[in-house]
């Protein structure tokens, strides 16, 4: 009875979910659009863009992973910032995730419906940095396809590109970030 009871109440629970139609789910897969990601999964609508990597769907706060854009009082900073809004301002997304930061934030790869990466597009686009640091995070077909978005911004000019660009970790610390040689899956750094 007691079982009864509690099922019928969670079921009522889970009924209710949100107003503004987000819902957060673990992920049965591992894959995405494709793409190897965590195994948790935030849906619905992008309510704020705080800069050109932060993002706010449901009251979660969700570093976009994998890049850096520029902080807001940098140069392009707030362009990159008006990127980001453009693809994804009041629009559903889907964000994929295993981990938070130290601020709380989810840090995940953000898929627009068509499975189109948004993280991506903002590397693409030159509006933000492909984040080296933590390429261990990311499966190396993920790796390659940042790196190269990243090279071709870089090559063409694209974005903060077109001017003399400090990275955010330069802006921020000083210091450059550290780009590990390998990764524990045996990929090297070079991939």
């Known amino acids: 009875m007691l079982r009864s009871l509690v099922f ?22 591992q894959t995405h659009c494709g793409v190897s990601v965590g195994t948790q999964r935030i849906s ?12 706010t769907i449901a009251g979660e706060s969700v570093r976009l992973a994998s890049i850096d854009a520029p902080e807001l009082d940098q140069a392009y900073g ?6 980001l809004a453009a693809m994804v301002l009041g629009q559903r997304v889907t964000v ?9 934030r989810v840090v995940g790869t953000v898929f627009k419906p068509d499975c189109s990466q948004v993280n991506l597009k903002q590397v693409a686009s030159g509006a933000a940095w492909y984040y080296e640091a933590y390429k261990c995070d990311i499966d190396i077909r993920q790796r390659q396809a940042y790196a190269a978005a990243h090279a071709s911004a870089r090559a063409d000019q694209k974005g903060l590109w077109a001017s003399t660009a400090v990275a955010p970790w330069m802006h921020r610390n000083g210091v450059e970030a550290k780009v590990p040689d390998s990764c524990p899956n045996g990929d090297e750094a070079s991939d």
């Open 96 to 104: 994929t995730y295993a981990q938070k930061d130290l601020y709380d």
């Open 78 to 83: 707030p362009s990159s910032g008006a990127h």
């Open 44 to 55: 619905g609508v992008v309510t704020s863009v705080h800069d050109g990597d932060t993002i």
């Open 8 to 29: 019928i109440f969670s079921m009522a629970l889970s009924a209710c979910g949100g107003g503004d139609g987000a819902s957060f789910a673990p992920a049965t897969p």
